[in-house]
């Protein structure tokens, strides 16, 4: 027999199935990665077309059968319509939710995964936080709730705590000065090593509180990158859709958080 249970989580996905319904996946907070269907969920004036759009954030009432879940009622607290307004928000929070997706397993302990995801999208919305940054921090710590994050608090080959300048991707984490000339290695600033330190060993809830200098964040996407192309075996169709977007954005003067032109912003005022 099966039984009703009520469920937080967030949509991360969902797909058409026959004429009226959906299929969704969502990151639970009780029962980790899971897949449900929603009744008659693209039918006009359905209450369940809303609750069942992708970012949709609160309690899930379904029906669990022996093989299945089945979604009754969904109680949204936040739908993320903000992130909507914008190509650029829209496709970093789209990549999000498939990272989530990457790692999220079923029947697992989820809980810190959905609050990054909660707070990530979050930091998207906030006006005063680089997307880039806040792309970077979700990156590493997922990696660092999955258990695949680089070891940066000392060197890889001596154990030598200080003078951690060099990042090889090879060996997973950092090397001092003198065993970085030995081998292929990434410089490493030392305030891209205090922030990637600050990330990985933080709450949570305190992980959007602080910006980087272009030259450090930049020093940090490339560390990340080369790491996550060794590490994460899967494209993100989100992120080409992001990374063409932002080759187009480079060449246009537009505000990447309001999508407006600054000209415009001063003739508004």
Same mark, same amino acid.
């Given at each position: 027999?099966?039984?009703?249970?009520?469920?937080?989580?967030?949509?991360?996905?969902?797909?058409?199935?026959?004429?009226?319904?959906?299929?969704?996946?969502?990151?639970?907070?009780?029962?980790?990665?899971?897949?449900?269907?929603?009744?008659?969920?693209?039918?006009?004036?359905?209450?369940?077309?809303?609750?069942?759009?992708?970012?949709?954030?609160?309690?899930?009432?379904?029906?669990?059968?022996?093989?299945?879940?089945? %979604? &009754?009622? @969904? *109680?949204?607290? #936040?739908? /993320?319509?903000? $992130?909507?307004?914008?190509?650029?928000?829209?496709?970093?929070? =789209?990549?999000?939710?498939?990272?989530?997706?990457?790692?999220?397993?079923?029947?697992?302990?989820?809980?810190?995964?959905?609050?990054?995801?909660?707070?990530?999208?979050?930091?998207?919305?906030?006006?005063?936080?680089?997307?880039?940054?806040?792309?970077?921090?979700?990156?590493?710590?997922?990696? %660092? &709730?999955? @258990? *695949?994050?680089? #070891?940066? /608090?000392?060197? $890889?080959?001596?154990?030598?705590?200080?003078?951690?300048?060099? =990042?090889?991707?090879?060996?997973?984490?950092?090397?001092?000065?003198?065993?970085?000339?030995?081998?292929?290695?990434?410089?490493?600033?030392?305030?891209?090593?205090?922030?990637?330190?600050?990330?990985?060993?933080?709450?949570?809830?305190?992980?959007?509180?602080?910006?980087?200098?272009?030259?450090?964040?930049?020093?940090? *996407?490339?560390?990340?990158?080369?790491?996550?192309?060794?590490?994460?075996?899967?494209?993100?169709?989100?992120?080409?859709?992001?990374?063409?977007?932002?080759?187009?954005?480079?060449?246009?003067?537009?505000?990447?958080?309001?999508?407006?032109?600054?000209?415009?912003?001063?003739?508004?005022?």
């Amino acid at each position: 027999m099966g039984q009703t249970i009520v469920l937080t989580g967030m949509v991360l996905s969902a797909v058409p199935v026959g004429e009226y319904d959906k299929r969704i996946t969502l990151l639970t907070k009780e029962r980790g990665k899971i897949s449900a269907f929603v009744r008659r969920a693209r039918r006009p004036g359905s209450q369940m077309m809303a609750a069942c759009s992708p970012f949709s954030f609160g309690q899930f009432e379904v029906y669990e059968g022996r093989s299945s879940y089945t %979604v &009754i009622k @969904g *109680e949204i607290s #936040n739908y /993320f319509r903000e $992130l909507a307004r914008n190509l650029d928000n829209a496709c970093y929070g =789209f990549y999000f939710l498939e990272l989530a997706d990457y790692y999220a397993r079923e029947n697992t302990d989820e809980i810190h995964m959905l609050k990054l995801l909660y707070q990530s999208l979050r930091a998207l919305e906030k006006e005063s936080l680089e997307n880039r940054l806040v792309r970077r921090i979700f990156e590493l710590k997922t990696l %660092v &709730i999955n @258990g *695949e994050y680089p #070891n940066v /608090f000392s060197c $890889l080959n001596c154990g030598r705590e200080e003078e951690l300048h060099w =990042f090889s991707t090879r060996r997973g984490g950092t090397l001092c000065g003198r065993c970085g000339q030995q081998g292929a290695a990434v410089p490493l600033n030392a305030s891209t090593l205090y922030a990637m330190q600050y990330i990985i060993t933080s709450d949570i809830e305190k992980l959007y509180t602080f910006i980087l200098s272009p030259e450090i964040l930049e020093n940090l *996407e490339k560390i990340m990158d080369e790491y996550l192309a060794v590490y994460v075996e899967r494209n993100f169709h989100a992120l080409q859709i992001l990374e063409e977007n932002d080759s187009l954005m480079a060449s246009v003067p537009v505000s990447r958080k309001t999508g407006e032109h600054p000209d415009e912003n001063q003739q508004l005022q």
